[in-house]
């Protein structure tokens, strides 16, 4: 069964400085993935999302992800956070034709 | 266009009533998604309705069941409410369910406290 696992339940950071959210999945087959975020007293909204190609992918507002068969991982990374980045994150593992499983979430608290 | 749109935003019910949310989905989209929320648990698939007709369905116990209208508009009861059941119902809808170039887009979300 495919599962999504999300190393860091929070991660505070200084405003300026690089982060890095941790995933890491399991399935015996391939998947699709997916990194959404979610502010305070808002639903989700995809951020990025890997198919198939290029194993780097980036978002609009400066994320990237990297998909990396070998350690099953799909981190995602910024190398400059702002406050507005403060929210939580999801990564999401996809099968065709099967649900999504999210991981836990974890929290980005940037801090000034 | 107008996104997901969930109502009510926030409920308040006592054990062992039932309550019933409505999601209305993106114009054009047909596939609605429940996912259930909390801070233990995370993020929970409950089910999913595609032309009127379950399509997937999560482990949840039979007091949750939902359904979808004609028009892809989704509602999901919840009978003899648990304590356990307090948490944040997110809908999500996308085209028609099914590859990955077939998006998920998250209303705001029901808060639904029982107490």
């Known amino acids: 069964a495919q599962s999504v696992t999300q190393l860091d339940s929070q991660v505070p950071v200084f405003e300026e400085a690089p982060v890095e959210l941790r995933c890491n999945y399991s399935s015996s087959v391939s998947v699709y993935l997916f990194w959404y975020v979610q502010y305070p007293n808002q639903g989700l909204q995809l951020l990025l999302k890997y198919l198939s190609g290029s194993t780097l992918v980036e978002s609009i507002n400066g994320f990237e992800a990297e998909f990396n068969k070998s350690q099953t991982s799909f981190h995602l990374r910024k190398p400059s956070v702002h406050i507005s980045d403060t929210a939580e994150y999801f990564c999401a593992v996809k099968i065709e034709g099967f649900k999504t499983i999210f991981g836990a979430g974890t929290r980005l608290f940037v801090k000034a | 266009k107008a996104g997901v749109t969930q109502t009510p935003r926030y409920l308040i019910k006592t054990r062992g009533q039932q309550v019933t949310l409505s999601c209305s989905p993106i114009s054009g989209h047909r596939s609605v998604s429940w996912y259930q929320q909390t801070p233990g648990q995370g993020l929970q698939f409950l089910f999913e309705y595609f032309s009127e007709t379950q399509r997937n369905k999560g482990n949840f116990p039979g007091r949750f069941s939902g359904r979808q209208f004609s028009n892809s508009r989704s509602e999901m009861n919840v009978s003899t409410l648990e304590l356990g059941d307090s948490a944040l119902y997110l809908c999500?809808?996308?085209?028609?369910?099914?590859?990955?170039?077939?998006?998920?887009?998250f209303g705001p979300g029901t808060r639904l406290t029982v107490l």
């Open positions: 999500a809808s996308s085209l028609v369910g099914q590859g990955f170039q077939d998006t998920q887009y």
